[in-house]
């Protein structure tokens, strides 16, 4: 909640209590006004002067104001009142895409396809430096971002060890979601896209949704080369309960170089760690702007502690007593 110009609220439901303060406003102006009333019945004017020859006057107003714009200091600290503050951030981001199809449940290479799929990706994490955006995608029949891009790396290594198979496979849609989640990533000051790659771990079998090389095309127009690592031999099969044989679920090595070469990305069928640096060995650096907020409620907190050092000083100076 924006209250001032350039102040934002963190918690601005606590801005309430200002209601008690009005509340002691509107008692102090009742208590005046009965002051007032109190001091036209005492007709002896001559001898209320000799009594009280140096009334304060308006002054005596000073340390309840103060008292009171304190009150207002120390309500809106409570709020935690935020300012707007551009915070430098690394563009650079790498997209994880793995198949969670039933067929990475093969177990032609070992322990299965999408366990060293798994695998591979947190030896990836370890290699990619902390600076750089990672983010997840996973896919079967349909593609969801699991991690949204950020430098929170063990965050991406935690949802990796959750992931669950699922039917069907769709590789274009991991690549458009994939494409979705660098976009949320900001732009630089001259509106450029950050630097950004996409590893796509999978067994090469697209069975429902949109078309790879429509989902390539889309990749190259958005400067965003793939890295596709296939998992699995020509030999893989899978066992399903509602049928009474092993189904065969070859690799299909052939779809995955294509959407690499068509994106100006890489292919890998043995996946090391030195092939796997070169995924993003040249994805650059690129430093960009977000907005953040930055808690400023000891701005506030020594502004009603200086108003409640003004007060007592009034109330001392012309009454002889703290208020």
Not at 114 to 122: C, L, T
Not at 211 to 222: F, Q
Request: hydrophobic letters at 50%; charged letters at 15%; zero cysteines.
């Amino acid at each position: 909640m924006t209250f001032l110009p350039f102040v934002t609220f963190l918690n601005p439901e606590r801005l309430l209590g200002l209601l008690v303060l009005v509340g002691l406003a509107i008692a102090y102006v009742m208590v005046q006004f009965r002051s007032r009333e109190y001091a036209v019945r005492f007709t002896n004017l001559d001898l209320l002067d000799s009594i009280a020859p140096a009334r304060p006057g308006w002054r005596r107003h000073l340390p309840a104001i103060a008292f009171l714009l304190a009150g207002i200091a120390l309500v809106a600290a409570f709020a935690r009142p935020a300012r707007s503050v551009l915070v430098p951030r690394e563009r650079a981001t790498v997209i994880l895409a793995i198949d969670t199809s039933l067929s990475m449940d093969a177990q032609d290479v070992d322990p299965s396809r999408i366990g060293a799929a798994k695998a591979a990706a947190s030896s990836f994490l370890d290699l990619v430096p902390p600076s750089v955006n990672v983010g997840l995608v996973s896919f079967n029949g349909i593609a969801t971002v699991r991690v949204a891009p950020t430098h929170d790396h063990a965050q991406v290594a935690r949802a990796i060890n959750q992931l669950e198979l699922g039917e069907s496979t769709a590789i274009g849609e991991a690549i458009f979601a994939s494409l979705g989640a660098i976009a949320t990533v900001p732009p630089d000051a001259e509106g450029t896209p950050p630097p950004a790659r996409i590893v796509l771990m999978s067994d090469g079998e697209t069975t429902v949704g949109r078309d790879d090389r429509l989902a390539a095309a889309a990749a190259l127009e958005a400067t965003v080369p793939v890295s596709t690592i296939a998992f699995g031999t020509e030999d893989g099969e899978i066992v399903i309960p509602q049928e009474p044989f092993p189904v065969p679920v070859p690799v299909n090595p052939a779809a995955l170089s294509s959407i690499a070469d068509a994106t100006n990305g890489s292919f890998f069928e043995a996946p090391t760690a030195e092939r796997l640096s070169e995924v993003y060995a040249d994805i650059g650096s690129s430093i960009g702007f977000e907005e953040d907020f930055a808690e400023i409620s000891s701005w506030f907190v020594g502004a009603g502690l200086l108003l409640l050092a003004l007060a007592a000083l009034f109330s001392l100076f012309w009454f002889s007593r703290l208020p």
